[in-house]
């Protein structure tokens, strides 16, 4: 471990909360729910981004450990649980690192209107994992430097497309009309009947809200972390909603919904935005390059926020024999490195594979868009890893006060039920439909990759669990004797 670490301040670990958060690719895909999706936000916010955000700072500061969620599930059920845990955070994080290599060459190509020849998109994508497995190698207090400039051009870009959004608005007026109330309810269709795939929604906005355990993790890198990370979870908190609800608003208001999919991008708002202000090609040219440029730069910001986080879960996890012992080794400031090694080789090889996959099978409807194919899966685990946080909650937060001065959730049993289920709830509803995003068996084969490979990560993990406790029980056999 080093002997002095850098400590950073509140106003770092606010900006590396928001950076870590705030995810400017996802606001435009949640802006195509259409005007329910103002019913939406609040539902999520008040349902979910509320409770989970002072969960995370009770627990983060109740139990204060570069652990994290591995800590306090291990608290809560004990170290199988934990070990789950462990394996879903970890599994997702490789693909997710895969799937937004791909997003900068698919981004780049869109910006330079052109297409990349198969050894291009390969050398830019492996030099992008290459780079945030180095920026792995630091503390995230060492790494400040990246998450503010992250934060900072991620106020900017969004603001942008706000101020962009609210000219529309208030020059021509909204581009989707309201017929009638019932626009702004969740799950109504057309023909006054239930849409059931509505719910899919969910786990978009509920992507757009994950990270704030992470923020537990730094508890080394700050002067007063028992202050620090509650303030740092609420202030950031705000800053977030503000940032994930003024754009989507202006997007609704300033685009058609018709212009909106799934698939649009942030580079497609600003497009779609700018031309309905009047923008000439040229200057819409010129701003698509620059917010481009500018918008990768998040993408290295926002894995580099990350990355200790997650590291120091699965160190913890792999000095209870989780995973292979080398991934507890740390480099002289205390930084998992062997994890951040194995962690970029796996999303390498990963990235290589879709890359060979999408130009050799190009009919293959799976690997056309190699993004949504990592980015899938890699939702699954992540909504996996973060339902027993939260049951986690309910049972140590029966247990009352652990640290003096330390946050503490001020509620009855009552209320300290709800703060848990309620997430607990519409994180299970996220899961199913991302899994299976329309009730029929139609749509239950077409998302027969994501439904197998997902069985395929579960079946791994139970594997690695079950040669886990079967290691312990030996090792505790051979201590009797």
Known sequence: MPQKKRKFRLFSAVLATVCIILVGDAVAPTASIGNSMYVWWAIMLIGFFVPYALISAELGTQYPSEGGMYTWIKKAFGKKWASRVAWFYWVNYPLWIASLADLITTMLMQMLGIEMEIWMVLLIQVVYIVLVTILGMLRISQSAWVSNFGAIVKFLIL??????????????????????????????????????????????????????????????????????????????????????????????????????????????????????????????????????????????????????????????????????????????????????????IIATILAVAGIILAYC?????????????????????????????????????KNGPQVKNGYWIKVDPVMRWIMGVVPLVLLGISLFFTLI??????AIADNSTLLISSAVCVVIGEVMICNMVRKDRQKKIARKH
């Open 437 to 442: 995003p329309e009730l029929s068996l139609e």
């Open 361 to 397: 099978f190009p009919e293959w409807e799976a690997g056309s868009n190699m993004f949504w194919a990592f980015f899938d899966l890699s939702l699954v685990c992540l909504l996996l890893s973060y339902i027993p946080m939260f049951a986690a909650f309910i049972k140590l937060h």
């Open 159 to 344: 603001g942008g497309i706000s101020v962009l959004g609210f000219y529309v608005f208030f020059t021509q007026g909204t581009m989707n009309p309201i017929e009638s109330w019932h626009d702004f309810i969740p799950l109504a269709s057309a023909d006054g009947g239930i849409d059931w795939a509505g719910l899919s929604f969910v786990s978009l906005i509920i992507f757009n809200m994950l990270g704030f355990e992470v923020v537990g993790t730094f508890v080394d890198d700050m002067d007063k972390p028992k202050k620090q990370i509650p303030q740092a979870i609420i202030v950031g908190g705000i800053l977030i909603a503000i940032f994930y609800i003024l754009p989507s608003f202006a997007i609704g208001v300033g685009t058609a919904f018709s212009d909106i999919s799934t698939d649009t991008g942030l580079l497609d708002s600003y497009e779609i935005l700018m031309a309905n202000a009047g923008f000439s090609a040229t200057m819409i040219k010129t701003i698509i390059l620059t917010v481009g440029t500018a918008f990768i730069l998040t993408l290295i910001s926002n894995i580099s926020s990350w990355n200790f986080g997650v590291y120091s879960v699965i160190a913890y996890a792999a000095e209870d024999g989780m995973f292979p012992k080398s991934w507890k080794k740390r480099n002289k400031d205390g930084v998992p490195y062997m994890v951040g090694i194995w962690t970029g």
